[in-house]
């Protein structure tokens, strides 16, 4: 058993070598891992692109797709992406390039394209074989210089071409188209802005290179998204977002009322959250007409042609639009949160989060260094233009001598070289020059570009020399894209917009998400809760569990808050329209709420805001409260009254009038201004009245001057008034007297 277990024997043994499993695993999901981190999901903060992107744009600028050149078929571009850099699904390839032609995904989209390009509805393009593209002016400025070793190359993946390892990048292309992505233990998003303002920030920083982040919002306030919409975060905490590289910004879609006439109105939806599909919003919205939970809403329609059109039409013409469309944003993408994850490729090397400045920043050391290379690039071109130059006004000076040794010699070129000291190159140029060019006229020709070319080194020359110069040079590049994509052209233009949600009252919002009827909630001894359609007024014919009967029913709306209050103190809120039908027995309260096993429902009632409770322990402790307070969000409830058992809470009467009555155990009567009861949010109490054994029995509040009511368990009615309650007139905590006659047996004011 113990013996190893070999792979069986192929001949060639020798190669077979024992791995072992765990760091074989950990090295390839690693190159795996920075694979995909590296060339797949991460862009380049250089120049905004991934692999795949980066690859499609040098491929359509080295097949000539010009802005000004013909369309051609996507399905030939995708195949010389494919097969000379991109070895991948076409598929992948394809999806990638439609993308960067549809102007509801891409701000300023790097292809031109012809055909069906997919739409906002999340409808895919059409067949690659039936599209056809081009590069856009923001391509070309990302390319600008390729040709003139701005950037590095590298071998593409069989060795037989070359491709760039960044582009150029003359447009501020990470932030102003954005990108998304899903690495390994790592992901990007970063939303698109607005070219012009880049451009201010990006010349600010030239001129101040420590300017922080609060001060480049002043330039770029925020994001600027392909499909508009309003953005209603704070500037604070979109500058919060711009300094630490991670946050989100929360976009509404753009609405206006139409008047229709006679005090009629609808809702009209132009500009919806980006990365939102128009007819899955609207089937959702739909969804949630049809299940009843927008009872403000009659009906939805789309209208949409080029241009989204979606119209509301609200149940009457007395609904407030702004709350309905406030609940329509917390239930639907009409409102959306678009994540900032600023997650990019440093240096093209290193994944890290980088705050605004520091993107931009990179951005622009990445132009000045291709400002460095193409004007070595440029020098060096000089440079041997001028050595030719020097060659041929050397053969211009010596014409007859140059033709003799042509005609000669057999071998002129070592003649020549030797004669008056010509470089290979030089001698080179003038045997290849054309007889016609012996004219007088090409002499001053020559003096003249060997002049201007001079000046031009010159030039270079003190522009490598001096970095305020280069920094110069890129402001001045920067204010020529600004220039093509400023605020006053179409495409330039800011979409997005800054607002701060309307102040709308919570309380009513939450109304309108709840379809409003009728209802009767009826909570059994054994703590089972229903709501039964309708007001039923006969109780009488409700059924419950063996052993189980009726506790406490009252009618309701779905849109109220049930409060229920537990003998241990602790107040609950379960909202009208959460609770379970009247089918069958209803649920355990338990189930709904977190009470204790030792504690039982002592009532529950419709909550009214504006009012108060006296709330009474079995000791004779109480307190007033106000109903807001006994509103608990959470499943936990709120501690109102602190009791410990055996004590408990037991009773809850509605303030109302100016004494309170209270009556003990003994039968003993005490009446005392409610002036003396406190007001708190929770506590103990104050003793309410004195007790030698026993505690307290029924308690009621009640204005003196109406007298004080009870009924009999025959329902006959009794009034003491002011003077008649004199002897019974004393301050709270003290003994009080016996009860008066035609008092009910049951110690209680209700029979």
Request: with cysteine; charged share 30%; aromatic share 6%.
């Amino acid at each position: 058993m113990g013996q190893e277990i070999l792979p069986p024997s192929g001949g060639d043994d020798d190669h077979i070598q024992p791995v072992d499993l765990k760091a074989a695993l950990e090295q390839r999901y690693l190159a795996y891992a920075l694979s995909t981190i590296m060339h797949r999901a991460l862009p380049d903060v250089r120049d905004g692109l991934k692999p795949v992107h980066r690859r499609i744009v040098y491929a359509m600028n080295e097949m000539g797709l010009r802005p000004t050149s013909a369309f051609r078929k996507c399905a030939k571009i995708v195949g010389e992406v494919m097969g000379n850099y991109h070895p991948h699904g076409d598929q992948s390839i394809y999806d990638a390039l439609a993308r960067l032609a549809q102007d509801f995904s891409q701000r300023y989209t790097l292809v031109n394209g012809q055909g069906n390009f997919g739409n906002i509805d999340g409808d895919s393009p059409a067949a690659m074989r039936y599209t056809e593209s081009k590069m856009t002016a923001v391509s070309e400025l990302l390319l600008e210089g390729i040709d003139q070793d701005a950037v590095d190359f590298r071998d593409t993946y069989d060795e037989s071409n070359s491709e760039p390892t960044v582009l150029p990048g003359a447009f501020p292309n990470l932030l102003a188209n954005g990108s998304s992505g899903i690495a390994v233990g790592m992901a990007t998003s970063i939303p698109s802005h607005n070219a012009h303002e880049l451009c201010d920030a990006a010349l600010h920083l030239i001129k101040h290179p420590d300017a922080t982040v609060e001060k480049l919002v002043e330039f770029i306030p925020g994001p600027d998204f392909p499909t508009g919409g309003i953005i209603i975060d704070s500037r604070d905490s979109i500058i919060e977002s711009y300094r630490t590289g991670r946050g989100g910004f929360r976009v509404r879609a753009k609405w206006q009322t139409e008047d229709l006439g006679r005090g009629g109105y609808q809702i009209v939806i132009t500009e919806i959250p980006f990365q939102v599909q128009k007819s899955r919003l609207i089937e959702k919205i739909a969804e949630l007409l049809i299940a009843r939970k927008l009872p403000l809403l009659e009906d939805i329609r789309d209208e949409s042609a080029e241009d989204i059109r979606v119209v509301l039409v609200p149940k009457t013409r007395s609904v407030d639009p702004t709350i309905l469309m406030e609940s329509m944003f917390k239930l639907t993408e009409l409102e959306s949160r678009f994540p900032l994850n600023m997650n990019v490729l440093s240096m093209g090397r290193i994944p890290r989060v980088m705050a605004l400045n520091e993107v931009l920043k990179e951005w622009l050391d990445h132009r000045r260094e291709v400002l460095q290379r193409r004007s070595r690039f440029r020098l060096a071109a000089i440079d041997r233009r001028l050595e030719i130059l020097g060659g041929l006004l050397i053969a211009y000076l010596n014409i007859d001598e140059v033709i003799r040794i042509i005609r000669e010699e057999d071998e002129p070129k070592p003649v020549m070289m030797a004669r008056w000291d010509l470089t290979d190159i030089q001698v080179e140029a003038i045997l290849n020059m054309r007889l016609r060019a012996l004219r007088k006229l090409e002499e001053f020709e020559i003096r003249k570009e060997f002049d201007e070319l001079t000046k031009e080194k010159g030039e270079i020359e003190a522009l490598l020399a001096s970095d305020d110069k280069q920094w110069q040079t890129v402001a001045w590049e920067i204010g020529e894209v600004k220039k093509k994509f400023a605020k006053a052209t179409e495409v330039g233009r800011r979409r997005t917009q800054f607002a701060d949600a309307p102040e709308a009252d919570e309380e009513a919002i939450q109304q309108a998400m709840i379809e409003k009827e009728p209802i009767t909630v009826v909570i059994s001894e054994k703590g089972w809760i229903r709501a039964l359609k309708g007001h039923i007024a006969d109780t009488a014919t409700l059924t419950f569990k063996e052993g189980d009967g009726l506790k406490i029913a009252f009618p309701a709306q779905t849109t109220d808050k049930i409060l229920i209050v537990t003998t241990g103190g602790k107040a609950f809120t379960l909202g009208g329209d959460k609770l379970p039908g009247g089918r069958g027995h209803g649920e355990p309260l338990r189930i709904m709420v977190d009470m204790d096993n030792d504690q039982a429902v002592l009532t529950a009632f419709v909550h009214d805001p504006s009012r108060k409770q006296l709330i009474v322990s079995t000791a004779g402790n109480g307190f007033v409260v106000p109903e807001a307070e006994l509103v608990a969000n959470t499943r936990k409830g709120k501690q109102i009254m602190n009791v410990a058992l055996p004590e408990e809470t037991q009773l809850l009467v509605p303030v109302s009038g100016d004494h309170v009555a209270v009556v003990g155990e003994n039968r003993k009567l005490l009446v005392f201004p409610l002036a003396q009861v406190p007001e708190m949010s929770r506590g103990k109490g104050v003793r309410l009245q004195r007790y030698k054994d026993g505690g307290i029995s029924d308690v009621r509040c009640f204005a003196i001057s109406g007298g004080l009511v009870w009924e009999d368990s025959a329902g006959r009615t009794f009034t003491k008034n002011k003077d008649e309650l004199a002897e019974w007139l004393a301050d709270r905590a003290t003994a009080g007297r016996t009860v008066p006659k035609g008092f009910p047996r049951s110690g209680k004011f209700a029979g």
